[in-house]
């Protein structure tokens, strides 16, 4: 059973690892910015090019409503993949809950004298350490249900960082030299510059 969840753990951190595709052209990211900065309230859903709240919205979103964050950034083929994750996790959390309470149950019918369903199949140890198994895999599947919902959180955040990131090609980096007049030395430097 730990192998599974370790599988599946693997598995989710590989699918929510894909790094964002540039299917746009140089020519097609300028214009595209130029229109964002031309009309800058964009209606619904959406992140304006240097709105410095988007980040924080779309973790808000993904806090309130598991998979809103991911629409809110037009990510909308990570809804799936995010609710395939919290359901999965908590699939696993209901059904360890449930095989440890009928467990616990047998055995404290055990304890009574009643007859139990697992009578003259399982020993009193063996139920007890069946109660064991189901607790521990119930309390890691609660663990990897908050990991699965902080990671949808995390994403929507990060994911709308990177979307305003800048990445065109309007970014120069020069060497500068100037004479220090007080010393007669030369001052070396870089210098930044961006054209939008």
């Known amino acids: 059973m730990n192998k599974f969840f370790f599988f599946l753990i693997l598995t989710l951190c590989t699918w929510f690892s894909f790094s964002q595709q540039d299917t ?33 919205k779309a973790a808000f979103y993904s806090a309130v409503v598991p998979g809103l964050g991911q629409i809110y950034n037009r990510s909308y083929w990570k809804v799936p993949l995010v609710y395939a994750a919290i359901g999965t996790t908590a699939y696993f959390f209901v059904e360890n809950s449930r095989q440890y309470n009928k467990y616990r149950d047998a055995y404290k019918q055990r304890l009574t004298g009643q007859i139990d369903d697992f009578d003259g199949i399982l020993t009193n140890q063996n139920l007890i350490d069946a109660q064991k198994q189901f607790r521990s895999n119930r309390d890691l599947s609660l663990l990897l ?17 990177l979307q305003q990131f800048n990445v065109t090609e309007n970014l120069s980096l020069k060497p500068d030299a100037q004479q220090d007049f007080l010393t007669g030395g030369l001052n070396f430097g870089l210098s930044l510059n961006l054209k939008l």
């Open 24 to 56: 746009l052209s140089v020519e097609e990211k300028e214009q595209l910015m130029i229109e964002e900065l031309k009309n800058p309230e964009d209606e619904g859903f959406g992140i304006n090019l240097y709105d410095p709240l988007a980040p924080s």
């Open 145 to 161: 249900v908050f990991g699965a919902y902080m990671l949808n959180v995390i994403d929507a955040n990060v994911d709308a960082h």
